[in-house]
């Protein structure tokens, strides 16, 4: 258990403590830069300099952010120690969807169900930091104990460990805590005790008693699913507020992605019946694509020119949709190549295609009118159209000439991924001639898990050495 780690009070004398400090200065305020050191040294374990100070970087941009968007609080809890869960809204009033979840302040122990906190693996996101501003300005309210670290915070009821280990798969439920003592077996929910059948016994480093999961099954989808599902129970059941707000989302990617690759293994063992209704036969390797694509319903397919990466998109169609796994697709194309791709799909399949053109009128009625098939847009239209797409709710996502889009931080690459669309697939040239960042960007529509957590642990990834160097004194 890194987050909480003890040892981390041992180090606050050291220079590099000092220097961090010094970085800082005020720029926290009115949150004591010794908070966030905290949070800096719980995250890197093996406390590399380079490592540490680009760690607080990264939680200081968060800062900046957290003043720049000018969020508020919105609604409050009542605790006079100012623990609880809060909600926030814009400058202009409106909403926002976060919940943000105070459990202690110094130590600074809160969570927030925004997927830069599920990620970012600091213990920390922007809306945690406003919060904690506006509860220390109102700092009359707060008793001496809660600023004064206590021996050891209250954890809530399930509890997930943000830090993720520097080693390893780096699974989320591997840091899932059931914390307190289930009490009496009779006196338990049925949810509960589902639960702890899945856990064994362990204990923190100071001693206590938690339960984490025996298994996480990583690699084996049936059995995880059932995991999730138990959990997902045990959430339903708890008060929302005993539980860690983190979660909620954190399962919501799990069960979708464990649902989504068991759909694609079972499309995956009938490939052969869904292939016959294809109009052409494939080739050995074109097959091998379509099949890996079904592995877990996500690809880059970056073949050179010429070997056929349309007909194995189309032929991945064709498979969703005769085995009526999508009723709806979208194949994003250069605008130029879009009647090309509706011949080719006319040739090889009996795929319903149709292209997105006319005028926004004649645009709308398509999307409206089209309860089944594939449609054909090109890169521009997403961004005029994106509030039609958005409620046609494309199940399959084709992305031709990926490369095409020269800066995946534009507006249309924003546009694409926030279509979220269950299938996805990527066509584009060989992937080792396009830059780093636009191939980075590209994995990440896939999936935001699939090159590591952000660009501080990509970073971070490339000072590896450290680590051996220096041996984590802070292990899980
Ligand atoms: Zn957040």
């Known amino acids: 258990m890194q987050y909480y780690n003890r040892k981390v009070e041992q180090i606050t004398e050291t220079e590099a403590w000092r220097e961090l400090s010094g970085l800082a200065g005020k720029r926290f305020n009115p949150i004591p830069a010794d908070w966030m050191n905290r949070l800096v040294f719980a995250a890197c374990p093996d406390r590399a300099w380079p490592i540490l100070r680009d760690a607080q970087k990264a939680i200081l941009r968060r800062m900046q952010n957290a003043r720049l968007d000018g969020l508020q609080l919105d609604r409050s809890p009542r605790n006079k120690n100012g ?10 009033g409106q909403r926002r969807p976060y919940r943000i979840q105070i459990r202690n302040l110094n130590p600074l122990i809160a969570s927030c169900n925004c997927s830069d906190y599920c990620l970012n693996s600091f213990g920390i996101c922007k809306h945690i930091l406003t919060v904690v501003s506006a509860i220390l300005k109102q700092e009359k309210k707060i008793s ?20 993720r280990p520097w080693r390893g798969a780096g699974d989320w439920l591997d840091r899932l805590r059931l914390v307190e003592p289930p009490g009496k077996l009779d006196q338990m929910s049925k949810a509960h005790l589902d639960l702890l059948l ?3 016994q362990d204990r923190s480093e100071d001693d206590r008693k938690w339960w984490l999961l025996k298994h996480s099954h990583a ?5 995880r699913l059932h995991i999730l599902q138990v959990i997902a129970e045990f959430l339903q059941s708890d008060s929302r507020t005993a539980s860690d707000v983190a979660i909620e989302r954190l399962l919501r990617w799990d069960l979708d992605k464990t649902e989504r690759i068991l759909q694609s293994r079972t499309l995956r063992a009938n490939l052969p019946r869904h292939l016959k209704g294809l109009k052409g036969k494939l080739y050995a390797y074109q097959r091998e694509g379509v099949t890996r694509f079904f592995d877990s319903g996500r690809l880059l397919l970056g073949d050179q020119m010429g070997l056929g990466k349309t007909v194995q998109a189309i032929a991945i169609a064709h498979t969703l949709m005769a085995s009526d796994s999508i009723q709806r697709g979208l194949f994003i194309v250069p605008a130029s190549l879009k009647n090309q791709w509706q011949n080719e799909c006319l040739l090889f399949s009996e795929l319903p295609v149709q292209i997105i053109d006319g005028n926004p009128q004649q645009r709308a009625r398509i999307y409206r009118q089209c309860k089944r098939g594939i449609l054909i847009t090109n890169y521009e239209q997403v961004i005029r159209d994106f509030h039609l797409i958005e409620k046609w709710k494309p199940e399959f996502a084709l992305l031709d000439e990926a490369q095409r889009i020269k800066n995946w931080a534009t507006k249309t690459a924003l546009y694409v991924k926030a279509i979220q669309p269950r299938f996805r697939l990527i066509l584009t040239g060989t992937p080792m001639s396009q830059g780093y960042q636009d191939l980075f960007a590209q994995m990440r529509f896939l999936s935001p898990k699939i090159l590591g957590y952000n660009s501080f642990y990509s970073f971070a990834a490339n000072h590896l050495e450290y680590s051996e160097k220096y041996p984590g004194l802070i292990i899980a």
């Open 144 to 163: 001496a104990t809660m600023l004064n670290a206590p021996a050891w915070p209250q954890l809530p009821f399930l509890y997930w460990d943000p830090v």
């Open 83 to 92: 623990t609880g869960v809060y909600t926030l809204k814009n400058a202009d």
């Open 198 to 200: 899945l856990c064994k």
């Open 219 to 223: 690699d084996q989808p049936k059995k």
